[in-house]
């Protein structure tokens, strides 16, 4: 099953992003902000990774779920789109924590 991993990170990607921008929390919000900060911090969790593999502390094992694609040594195109999904979703819940924290506030008034 070459490439299911990615397929998978795909499908949880797009559904995300629906409901962002159904929601408007991150990227539905501001765009081009969470574009920005979606790119650095995907940016430096490859620089972290980068590293990992450098000092011999990160390695891709063998899997068939990957497709065999590698953005870097010992860093699979899959990691890219994990970091991506990662991002996202941790920014998602950032704000959907403040909106609510925001409402609970409003309503405690």
């Given at each position: ?7 998978a ?27 920005v ?11 972290w ?5 450098g ?25 890219l ?16 924590a403040?909106?609510?924290l925001?409402?609970r ?5």
């Open positions: 099953m070459t490439g299911l991993y990615l397929v990170l795909l499908v949880s990607i797009a559904g995300l992003v629906v409901l962002d921008v159904r929601a408007k929390l991150f990227l539905g919000a501001a765009p081009l902000r969470a574009a900060v979606l790119v650095v911090g995907v940016g430096g969790f490859l620089a990774d980068a590293a990992g593999v000092l011999g502390i990160f390695f891709e094992g063998p899997s068939r779920l990957l497709t065999g694609i590698d953005l870097a040594p010992q860093i699979p195109l899959e990691e789109f994990f970091l991506i999904l990662l991002c996202l979703s941790a920014m998602e819940a950032f704000t959907l403040q909106r609510l925001h409402r506030s409003q309503v405690e008034r």
